[in-house]
C-alpha cells in the first residue's frame, strides 16, 4: 500500500474551486414556474438561494430538502448528510475500503460524546433505540447467546434522506424541548403535501468495477477471493437504489404524500469448512423505507397530519465455518404518528404530536442445535448446526403537547414564551422463545478417530462408537423492562435593548431508575452594535441521557444456561449453573454539562461563526468486573472535550459567473478529547490505571480511542446553472491524524510492586478527500422533467491506513477509496 502526499491536491482544490463556481452550505427555494397548461416554450427556472444549510443561530443547522438533494451524501444516509458538520465526528472503524458493499450507516459523535447518547427525532417525536444502541459493530457471524443482540444502533430508523423535507441539527445550545441526550440532535422531518402533484421515480447503481480498494499486500489473496464469512471482505458486490416520491391533492384542504425506496446490495463471501475446502455464498443486504403522510387543513387556524412510517435493514449471515447455519439478522422499526397545530385567539400556538413506534432487533437462524462429532474429524465436518432465534423489541407510546404564548411585553423586555412536555411509556423486552443446544461427542474407543469411526469392520463412514461427552443448554427465557418517563420544560425567549436571553429549565423523570433530573439551558447574545453585524453569545447548559435494555437485564440471559460433562455411561460428572446475582446498584442518569462561547460578525459579502463548546460529561454507565468475577454497572464513566468550530460563507451573496450562482462554505473544527470511551462496545470497557507520559493515571485520561479527530477543515460549493438546469456541488475534508494512547507492550512497577501496562501516543495520517455530484435534472415535456446524477467520492482516491495496533501480525485497514454512483429518473 503506497502512501500519498494529500495537502497538493487539497491547495489546488482550495484554491481552484472558488473561481470555477461551484457550491455550498446553502439550499435554495424551488420556483416551477411551469406547468401542464403552458407551452413546451416554458423555462423552468432555477430558484433563488437563500440562507440555509447553515448555522443560522449558534448550535443549530438547518439542511432543507433542496440541499439533502444537491449535496454529496452517498448512500443518503443521515451520517453522510453530517459531514458537512465541523461538530460531528465518525468513527475510524465505520467506513473501509475493503467492504463496501455492507450497507450499514455510521454512527456519528457531537463534541467527541458517545454516539449511542444522540437524541433522533421524526416529526417531533423521540425515535431512539434504547435496546443495544452501543453495539456499535455489525453482525454478520458468530452471534452471540450470552448477551443481548450485537449489531444494533440508536439509530431506531434508518432513514434515507432523500424522503425527508428538512434535518435539524443541534450541537449545541439545545433548547428544553429536546431531553434524552448527551451528545446532539438530530430532527428529521418527513417531506408533507406543499401543494404540488406529481411523481417521482429514481434509480441508482453502484458497482465494485467502479471503486478503488485499497488493502494490505498480505491480505490480497484473500480478498480477492472474498475469503471472510464475515463481510471483512466484499470485493464482488452491487448496489441498487429504488426510491417513490409521490403528492396528491384531496379535494381543496387534504394533501397525501408518499415516499417509498429500497437499498439493496449483493456481495460475494467465501469460506473454507473443516475439511478446507472452499465455499462461496452471496450474502443479501437491504434498507427499506416507508413514509406516508395525510395532510388536512380544518381552516386557517387548525391543521392536523397523520403519518406512516417503516424502516428496516436485514442482511444474512453465517454463524461460522464450523456451524454453518445461515441466518438472518433485522434492525428496524413502524410506527404511527399524529400531529395538530392550532392557532388560539390570542395569537399562541398550540401544538399536539402523539405516536406509537416499534423497535426490534431479531435473530433468524436456520436451526437452534448445533453439534460437533470427534469421529468424523478428516472425513467430514465436525461441526453444524445454528444459534437458534433472539428477539429484542422497544415499544413506545409517545405525546408530546407544547403551547408557544403570544409575544407579550414586560416594562421594557418582550418575551416569548414555551411551554410543553413530553410523556412515554415505553415496553421492552428480550426473548428467546426456544432454547439453542450445543452438543460434542466423543469416541469411545482408545484407539485414534479412525478405530472411533470404524469400530465395528463394517468400512461404514458413519459416527461409529461415540457418547454425549458434552452439553450446553442456552435456555428459553424472556426478560421484560416497562416504564415510563415524563418531562416538563419550559423557554423564555427575552428580547431587552440590544440583549436576548432564553431562559429554560427541563425537568425529566424515569420510573425505572426513579430518577429527577433538573437540567438548565440558559444562554445570552448581544447585538453589540444594534444592527446584527456583531453578535457575541454565550451559553451554559446541562443534557440528561438515556438508559437502555442492556443494564436491565444483566446477566440475567446468562443465568438460562446450563453446562453438562458426562462419562461413557451417560451419567453426569459435572453441572454448572449461572445465576444473575451481580451487584444490585441504584444507577444515576448520565449527563453533560455545557459552556459555549459564540462570536458572530457580518463582513461584507461574508458571514462568520466562531463558536467554543467545552463539555464535561459525569455519571456515563460502565460495566465492572468485581472480586469474585461477577459483572455489574456503575457510574464512573466520564468525557472532557473541548471543541473549536469556525464557519465562512456568503450565503447572501451568490457569486454570479457567466449566468451560473456560487455559494461557497468554510469549515474549520478542532477538538480534544479525553474519556473512557475505547471501545465499539463501550459501556462493556472497564478502564483499569495505566501508565502515560511518566504517571499513573485512570485509563479515563487517555486520548479518546475513537471519534477523536484533533483538526477538521472543510469547504462545500453549489454552482447553479439556470439555464442547463444543471447543478454542480463539491465538498473537500481535511481531517488530520489522530493521536490515540495504545499499549506499548511493556509495564512499570511502582515503589508498592504494583505493575501497570504502559501507554504510548501513536499519530495516524492526514487525509484529505474531495466529493464531488453534478446534477442535471432537463425538462422532456411541458409537465415532465428527467433526473441525472452522477457523484464521485475520493475524487483524487486518497487513501491512509486506520490501524492502531502494535502487532506486525495485524493487517492494515484502510480508509476507502474512489468511488461512483450513477442514478436516474423521471418527475411526471
Known sequence: MRSHNALTPFIAVLAGLYATPAAADTAAKTSNTCNQNQSDTCVQTLPDVTVTGREIVFGL???????????????????????TNPAVDFSRNGRGSANSGVMRPEEFSFHGQAYYQNLFMIDGIDTTSDTNPGSGGDLFSSPSLTGVIGGSSPQGYYLNVDLLEQVEVYDSNVPASFGGFTGGVVSAKVKRYDGNDFVDLRYGIQRDEWESFHIDERDQEEFDTADSHSAEYTPIYRKDNYTLSAQQGIGEDTGLTLGVSRRTSSFLQSYSDGLDRLHRVYYNDRINNLHAKLDHRWHERLHTSFSLRHSDRSHDGLTSTRYDDMFTKSHGGWGLGGNLEYTLDSGARFNLDMAMDRMSDELDSGSNLFTRHESLEGILPTQSGGYGDTTQRQTAFSLSPELELAPMSWGSSRHNLIVGGDLKYTESFYERPEGAF???YSCLSDSDINGCIDQNGSGDSDFGDEYLARAFDYGAGKVSLDYTTAALYVDDHIEQGNWQFRLGLRADYNSWLENLDMAPRLSATWDSFG??????????????????????????IKSWNTLTFYDTNGNITRETTYDDSSRNNSLATPYSDELMLGWAQRMGPFNSHLKFVHRASRDSIRRIEDGDGKYYYDNSGRNDTDSLTWTL???DHPLKLAGSETITSLSVGWKQTETDLQSDDAYDQEPEPVYYEGRVID????????????????????TRVPHWHLTWS?????????????????SYTDSNG???????????ADLVTLDTKVLWKPRLWSSQQGYMMIEVSNLFDQSISTKTSRFDSISDSYTPGRKVWLEVGMRF
Do not use: C, K
Not at 463539491?730 to 511493556?746: C, K, M, W
Open 438 to 440: 450445543f452438543r460434542e
Open 531 to 556: 444592527d446584527g453585524s456583531t453578535r457575541l453569545m454565550a451559553g451554559a447548559n446541562r443534557y440528561y441521557g438515556r438508559s437502555f435494555l442492556r443494564y436491565a437485564i444483566n446477566d440475567v
Open 649 to 651: 460563507d456568503h450565503a
Open 754 to 764: 504494583n505493575r501497570y501496562d504502559v501507554y504510548e501516543d501513536y499519530t495516524l
Open 730 to 746: 463539491n465538498f473537500v475534508s481535511l481531517r488530520s491524524g489522530s493521536t490515540i494512547a495504545r499499549d506499548s507492550g511493556d
Open 61 to 83: 443547522q438547518v439542511i432543507d430538502q433542496e440541499l439533502i438533494e444537491q449535496l454529496p451524501t452517498g448512500e443518503g444516509n443521515l451520517a453522510d448528510l453530517l459531514r
Open 699 to 718: 485509563g479515563s485520561e487517555l486520548p479518546a480511542w475513537d471519534y477523536n479527530i484533533p483538526l477538521n477543515i472543510s469547504l462545500s460549493t453549489q
